[in-house]
């Protein structure tokens, strides 16, 4: 079993910056990609960025060029730097992992960090 433990979230005026940590700990396969989606309310959850454990990215349009995706593999961490936020980036955030077998793959979610951004 794998736990995801979230943190960072918070209030922050548009064009401010926030940084959001998601620790993972359990029986985590070395090859995995770990990331973080997005749901505000009456919305479906949605991918923000996302990077393997060998270090290849992949960014939402809406987010290219402002957030920033990394990861720690020694600490099995990942962080995502957000920066000129927007009100409409307002969602709770939730972390993500996603590693496999040959036959089985294995999906974990953290419980989720609000983010506010106020105009």
């Known amino acids: 079993q794998v736990q995801l433990v979230e943190s960072g979230g918070g209030l922050v005026q548009a064009g401010g910056s926030l940084r959001l940590s998601c620790a993972a700990s359990g029986s985590i396969f070395s090859r995995n990609t770990m990331g973080w989606y997005r749901q505000a309310p009456g919305n479906q959850r949605a991918l923000v960025a996302t990077?393997?454990?060998?270090?290849?990215?992949n960014y939402a349009d809406s987010v290219k060029g402002r957030f920033t995706v990394s990861r720690d593999n020694a600490k099995n961490t990942v962080y995502l730097q957000m920066n000129s936020l927007k009100p409409e980036d307002t969602a709770a955030y939730y972390c993500?992992?996603?590693?496999?077998?040959?036959?089985?793959?294995?999906?974990?979610w953290g419980q989720g960090t609000q983010v506010t951004v106020s105009s």
């Open positions: 990077i393997t454990s060998g270090g290849k990215t």
């Open positions: 993500n992992l996603v590693t496999a077998t040959a036959f089985t793959r294995y999906d974990y």
